[in-house]
């Protein structure tokens, strides 16, 4: 090695020792009679002193030559600082230099290598080599890099065995669209990139692997919505021989074990929720349980409760859902604050045409933006209903149910964030059971498989297939947190019969499933044992864990919102050779 | 779980006790009055036991109708076995049944499930499922998984941080041939699967992160010879502020900790050999080093003797290089086992023109096919020079010195098996050093980076670049065991000067370097630390770990020589809808 020491491990103890550093400058802090510099690697600073008439002449000559961000090695004797720095691993320490070398000099860098920067994000991509320099981004990948570290430990340590599985798979139409790669050599043909390892995990339960996972990058060729990649990475589970109960508690194990190493948090017992009461309760197959204001119904679609008809108020009355949260200690909000609530809920985004309130005041009266419908005791059959208390404001939506309720789920959501209920280091698990199997194209006029084709019915559900199969339920299940999906799966068929009726019922004709799904089903055919599974989005996991918003914080070499990556410039046109050799053309329109 | 045991777990201890197994049918005993069925899963057989008169006759009835291969779910009580079997784990118990349900049935498999089967390998490829339940296969890929994790312990015990780095990335011409992937989201540009994260992992050490690694999928579109697949794996490293010897150093522990943990074998220390000595002594630049058998040379190219001349021999005298091996021990070869030997190297891929041979034999006389042309003195010099004892073998070989080298490699490697020297099971490593920069692309007329352009020459030698760059030596480095590179590396070129230097010399102009290479020579202005590192070819490190021949058998699901996965049979065609959306066609000659 260059150096004897990282500049992020000597301490008082090294107090007399000879040592050799490199690293990044910091800093430079020239005061005439002496001089610090501030040395920088990964593992910390270190600071490095030179003093007027003490340190040669020729390496204080050196040193008043260095820019930020110049690469040096230096050598020179730990003395303890006079003035120490305690808020710095290395702060009662210093070194007196004795020798000093460029080895790599330094342009100023486009932006400030500091844990607060100047740049914008456009420059830090540019230059992500840089911005990777930064304390905040390189823990964020220090992170990434325990998480998996444990995700291993603990998939290795419950006999899962890690198998790769191809990167260079067969194009298929059913879900997201593929990348795909010409074959040079099969000319006219391509593979494709996977969007995940499904249909290979479950040929390893045929094959007997019993336990597989993969820590594994995927694919989707989507229009990349504000924190999408195309490429990402999911840590990727399989079990044969399980009920869903086994799956449910092996990787509420994993999610516990992650916390527990990696936050030193003792993570509660992960609670579980249907589908149906996500969305009755919350509006949400994913919601933030940080925190409660729960829906309450005043006209109901699960309940039965009506407590707004027949007032001539016909916002209510032509609604086939009425539909509110209380939003606890808010009865005190002004007229303007109430406003940008509304406003909130009338973006095109959320869509909602308006918003009713009622202020439960703390002296126990009632008063709402529908006085003119709602007596007082009508009003007052409301709060009870909320169970709100005096200094509640209740916050109420209409209209279609399903979109009334997409709807309040948002304003719940900015009301979470509002009211400071929605703490990225608080951490809230949840199982959200049960989902509908399928769920119907309107574009397409047909039923979708809710998860994917290989996605079990709930045997006792079969029979509604033929009647009514929008009520049809799968043994699927998301783990949710704070409010995002952070991974799914399913128990699978395993049947030949039942996978090419789910096929068909898809809209499969058996030579389609043949030549897509052919060797799945011929492999139901020899033995394939009841399994089932989970894959997490670990970059999404990762920001969860960092209290991020945005994934692309826990990728090292992310692409932006065009799928480029303007740091080495991809993607880029081809030679008219490589074209040639790959017997395809360009074809823009 | 379906189960209470494994297979593979029950022992004297268990017996009484009652269990539930699942798993697959091995194989069926039918003896009238007692049935036993061998049922097996990942982890071992146990065998059933069913009585007549004692068993309840439906449960006969149901292992009756079992074929190979059914999947069935057993219940019984743990029995201690009258005849044990010591080879199995479990040879101690039976399990008498009291329940047995079939959970899938399988028809025939089209090859038997057995260590050794009667499926041939495209069979068995196409059914790559029922292969993996094989054990031999299955036990690969274990060893696979093992191999991955021991590497992950000990790079992350040495502060390693695992990144990873983008599939989806640019196509560069230098190198093998890209996969590349069109980009739907920009009409008309590509992107390229990487050959390997090189640029990426000299990034990261721009941006500081110091020791990285990955253990990587790659990509090549190479025409695949017997034992290349277009996606391999790769553990993919780089340090800062390192000198090749570091490098040397931290790789053979991890090579060391590997067979250590992996294999319970104690590798001696890794010797250290020149690329020029390497050449000079075996003709390779991975000899196999289990065994000696070293070149000796008669007219030499490297050394100055000359023992062949004057004597009116053409061959020799007309040869630049005349020089062989001594088979210990063979100088009892038969003329037919002689004649062998010659075929072997006439082979048109080997190519040489004829082989020479000098029997010492054990009275101490000496026997040639040149007798006409040498004496017996003549002979006895050459004895000397290969210092032979009675009984030896010479086998000698002329011609052009770099032809004859490599010829004679391929005999001496071919002596080797023949005398049982290479035993897959024995292990000896070996690293070669100062491999040559460059090498001369004779269609190209024009020099090639033998390792790749990031690669540093050696300082003592950058003169040579401008009056002899065949003799610029490199700082790379490949580790080779038994014979096979497993890895290689060099210390790279960390000063924008040099590299574009090294660019200009490989012929890019200086647009083409911008345009391919421009982000990481920009990076190398920022401060860039010396650095180097290695990648291992990890399925072939896993194939010799296995003692194995083929990388294919440790590979879940390989591509065949064609590039095809002929059990998912991809690549195949796409969709005319999906060519345009992805403003691509097919252009076929």
Redesign the interface.
Known sequence: ???TH?CGEIRIEHVNTQVIL???VQRIRDKGGLIWIDL????GLTQLLLEEGQTDPAIIETARSLGR???V?ATGEVIERKSKNPNLPTGDIEVRLQGLEV?????L?PFLIEDETDGGDDLRMK????D??RNPV?RN??L??KM??QT?IYM?GQDF???????????T?EGA?????????????????PQSPQ??KQ??M?????RYYQIV?C?R?E??RADRQ??F?QIDCEM????QE?ILQMFEGLVRHLFKTVKGIDLAEVPRMTYADAMRLYGSDKPDTRFGMEFVELKGAFDTVDLTSGKNFVVFDSAELVIGINAKGCAEYTRKQIDELTEYVKRPQIGAKGLIYVRYNTDGTVKSSVDKFYSEDDLKQWVVQFQAEPGDLLLIMAGDAAKARKQLNELRLEMGTRLGLRDPNQFSALWVLDFPLLEWGEDENRWFAMHHPFTSPKPEDIPLLETNPGHVRANAYDMVINGTEVGGGSIRI??RELQSKMFDFLGFTPEEAKAQF??LL?????????HGGIAFGFDRLCSIFGGADSIRDF???P?NN????V?????????PA????????????
Chains 1, 2 share one sequence.
């Open positions: 090695m260059l150096r990282t490199c690293g990044w920088r690697d990964r593992y961000e110049f690469v090695k080895l790599n000099p330094a342009k860098p230059y992500r080599y840089l990777l320099r390189r990948l220090e990434r890099h998996a570290q291993r290795d065995i890690e198998v790769e599985t191809p990167v260079l798979i067969k194009s139409p669209r593929d990348f795909v790669v010409p074959s040079r050599m099969n000319p006219g043909e391509f593979y494709a990139l249909t290979f040929l390893l045929v094959s007997g692997f019993d990058k694919f060729d229009d990349l195309p490429e990475t044969s021989f399980i009920t086994d395993f049947q052919g060797f011929d492999a139901f055919e020899y033995g394939a044992p009841p990728i090292a070499f692409k065009s799928g480029r990556d740091m080495i410039d991809s993607p880029a046109t081809i030679s490589q074209l040639d050799e790959l017997q395809i053309a360009v074809a823009k329109k």
